[in-house]
Structures are given as structure tokens and as C-alpha cells.
């Protein structure tokens, strides 16, 4: 299954807020592979923790899942017997395609895909829960209720992975951090017309946290450790264990 090359942004137009829809959904992994830092590396990575962590006769969660990128991470890993991977996305566009990425690979691991909202799923006998570049996207007021119940919904020694960009509350080392990033993008190919339509796309619907908020939310959660495993420029992976 091939991807378009992401211009959606390429021309001068009225911008409006950024939506996963099919536009979206055909140029996905060129877009995220160009606009996000070590995002292979994350994927590789969550097969390494789901060899770990995930249990047998367990759930894995993948909330926001978009093509399944996640999901196929985790199921290269998993090595225990009876695990489930529920996959949700609210884009239906995004669903109906990660169908189609998932089918592609033989597994034992079975995975069942939601089109819903992630705020209003179950979760229950989780050893793993991922969400992958998603809380940015939620309303703010909504992020604690979300993280508190995935931490009831797990297992004693599950883990939780959130990756999202991060705001700093330092104004000097934000700015180079949001430079260095910007300069990554121009060095994908991205130009500054591309560059500046996306970010007025996202400014209304993508409201990163500071690393600080993470870690509270964790503690206020229930997680008694939690830590950033991985970071690039303003994007970082973190893990919270209960």
C-alpha cells in the first residue's frame, strides 16, 4: 500500500482547522515520517516494550491509532498467548485504511479496530496501552478523566507510552527547540508556504503539554514512575508504569 507525497499545504489557500480525513489519510506516512523526529524510532521501540510487558491472556490498547503503525509495532513484539490489540480511531477514513495496512501482515495476534471516541472507550486487563502522538489532539480539560481511567483499566506492572510534542516553559529553550524542529522540516523538504499553513491548521486543534503536565497527570493517575525515553527537538516519548 503506497503513500502520496504530502503536498496539502503545498499551495496558497484558505486554511482551516486540520482534520485526519482522506486527503489526510492518503499522504499520512510521508506527512508524519517528515514532520516527526525519530518516529521509527518510536515504532521500533514500542515492539522492544511490547516484548516486555504485554502478558498473556491480556488487552493492548491502541488509542489513536490513525493506519495502524503502532498496533503493527506491538504485534511484532508480543510473544505471549491470548493478547488481544484494540486499535481506535475516531477518523473513519483513517480506520477503513488501517484495515487494509494490517490485513497485509500475517500475525497470531489478532487486533479489532473502533471507529470512536477514545475518551469514551472501556479499558480493561490492559498490560499496554499506547497513545501515540493523540492527547495533544484531545480538549485539554479531558486529558486527566482519560489517563485516570486507562490506569484503572490496567494490569499491576502495565505500561502506558504517550508520545507528543511538548511546549517548554522556558521561553530561550523553547524557541531553539521550535528552530531546530523547523529547520527539520525545511531539511524534509517542507517549504516555508508548506511550513506556515500547517501550523495555522493546527493551531486551533493541537494544544501540546509541557513535560511537567505529563508527569503530574501521571502521578495524579496513580503512576508511580514515570519517565521520557526518547526526545528530539520539541517531540518526546514517555512511559509511566503502574
Not at 511484532?76 to 483513517?94: F, L, Y
Amino acid at each position: 500500500m503506497s503513500s502520496k507525497h504530502d503536498q496539502i499545504f503545498s499551495q496558497p489557500h484558505q486554511v482551516s482547522d486540520f482534520r485526519f480525513d482522506e486527503k489526510v489519510v492518503a499522504v499520512f506516512p510521508d506527512m508524519i515520517s517528515r514532520s516527526v523526529p525519530g518516529y521509527a524510532e518510536i515504532l521500533n521501540t514500542l515492539s522492544l516494550l511490547s516484548s516486555r510487558f504485554v502478558c498473556a491472556n491480556s488487552n493492548v490498547y491502541d488509542l489513536g491509532c490513525s493506519l495502524g503503525a503502532a498496533s503493527l509495532a506491538m504485534r511484532r513484539g508480543i510473544k505471549q498467548d491470548e493478547v488481544k490489540i484494540v486499535a481506535i480511531d475516531n477518523s473513519e477514513a483513517m480506520i477503513t485504511r488501517a484495515s487494509e495496512h494490517l490485513d497485509a501482515f500475517v500475525s497470531d495476534v489478532p487486533v479489532e479496530l473502533h471507529c470512536a471516541d477514545i475518551r469514551e472507550v472501556e479499558i480493561s486487563n490492559a498490560s499496554m496501552v499506547v497513545l501515540n502522538f493523540t492527547m495533544q489532539f484531545l480538549a485539554p480539560a479531558d486529558r486527566d478523566a482519560l489517563v485516570a481511567k486507562i490506569y484503572q483499566g490496567m494490569k499491576p506492572g502495565g505500561l502506558l507510552v504517550v508520545s507528543e510534542k511538548l511546549n517548554y516553559s522556558q521561553p530561550k529553550i523553547h524557541q531553539l527547540l521550535d528552530d531546530l524542529y523547523l529547520d527539520f522540516k525545511r531539511g524534509n523538504g517542507y517549504s516555508e508556504l508548506e511550513i506556515s499553513q500547517k501550523r495555522t491548521a493546527l493551531e486551533n486543534v493541537m494544544k501540546p503539554d509541557t513535560l511537567e503536565d505529563h508527569q503530574a497527570r501521571f502521578a495524579r493517575a496513580g503512576f508511580e514512575e514515570s519517565e521520557v525515553w526518547y526526545q528530539c527537538y520539541r517531540f518526546a516519548s514517555m512511559i509511566a508504569v503502574k
